[in-house]
């Protein structure tokens, strides 16, 4: 009976970690930045991903990851250092409507009780997509965040669509 609680808890994590795009993020690269003899390194590990309700936006982010014995078991909780740059990569085309601070990310960051989420807003008055990627803990948050904007230019023949079009009342 324990046991199937505890693969009941560690599915429901799971779940619950799943990204919002339900799609994984690209690795683009790792490198080290502390050596441990007979365990993994610490690393700075780079991805990237594409916003799933606008083309033409692709974002790359950096985080840490813990090496060591309990990053090698997957206990470890990681540290909350996260930066984050977004571009115009392509035609921007909205795919629906969203409402300002909605989820494009989500990602575990320990076992159970954090998350790291990027969020996206528009500035309407500037015609800018703005996208924060922050964590958070089940018991308290943290003040750590990186904030990256993308201004919305034509794209060849293609005219600029303007957010705020597609922001949800």
């Known amino acids: 009976m324990k046991h199937a609680l505890f693969a009941a808890a560690i599915a429901a994590v799971a779940l619950a970690a799943a990204p919002a795009g339900a799609t994984e993020p690209d690795l683009i690269f790792k490198k080290s930045t502390v050596w441990k003899m007979l365990t993994p390194d610490h690393k700075l590990a780079v991805y990237g991903i594409d916003d799933p309700l606008v083309d033409g936006v692709a974002c790359h982010y950096t985080v840490p ?6 990053g090698m078991l997957g206990f470890a909780e990681e540290v909350s250092d996260i930066s984050l740059a977004c571009r115009q990569v392509g035609p921007v085309a909205f795919k629906e409507k ?3 601070g909605d989820e494009v990310y989500r990602e575990r960051r ?10 996206r807003g528009c500035d309407i008055r500037r015609n800018v997509l703005v996208y924060l990627v922050y964590s958070d803990k089940l018991i308290e948050g943290s003040p750590k965040n990186s904030t990256s904007t993308v201004p919305i230019m034509p794209w060849g023949d293609r005219a600029a669509p303007r957010c705020a079009a597609w922001l949800d009342d």
Request: proline share 0%; charged share 35%; aromatic share 10%.
């Open 65 to 70: 990851e813990k090496g060591g014995v309990e």
């Open 98 to 100: 969203f409402e300002q």
């Open 110 to 119: 320990s076992l159970v009780f954090k998350k790291m989420r990027i969020v």
